[in-house]
């Protein structure tokens, strides 16, 4: 019944800046914790970004300084703010809710969406 969707994921060149975008639709109590993972080729997916409902935020060492979430609560979505983009942040990226969809605590599951390609050429 939960679904995630994202956008954004695109061609860019080294140095450039890009927005990931990712909403929840179905039915939805609240979203606790946000979070976006990445998994480029013949690598396992690594945590690149969370945020908890209270906002706040953790990073990978690879991408402080360089990348931002953040989260807009009354639309159920999360942002991944990337900027001066690298070769290496090449990866599908997915992101990953912690959902409540009644008001009991058993009703908590996390889903995963579909996955948006991003690539930073050299």
């Known amino acids: 019944q939960v679904q995630l969707v994202e956008s954004g994921g695109v061609l860019v060149q080294a140095g450039g800046s890009l927005r990931l975008s990712c909403r929840a639709s179905?039915?939805?109590?609240?979203?606790?914790?946000m979070s976006w993972y990445r998994q480029a080729p013949g690598r396992q997916r690594e945590l690149v970004a969370g945020?908890?409902?209270?906002?706040?935020?953790n990073y990978a060492d690879s991408v402080k300084g360089r990348f931002t979430i953040s989260r807009d609560n009354a639309k159920n979505t999360v942002y991944l703010q990337m900027s001066s983009l690298k070769p290496e942040d090449t990866a599908v990226y997915y992101c990953?809710?912690?959902?409540?969809?009644?008001?009991?605590?058993?009703?908590?599951?996390?889903?995963w969406g579909q996955g948006t390609q991003v690539t930073v050429s050299s």
């Open positions: 990953n809710f912690d959902v409540s969809t009644t008001i009991y605590d058993s009703s908590r599951e996390r889903f």
């Open positions: 179905g039915i939805i109590l609240s979203v606790n914790n």
């Open positions: 945020i908890t409902s209270y906002g706040t935020t």
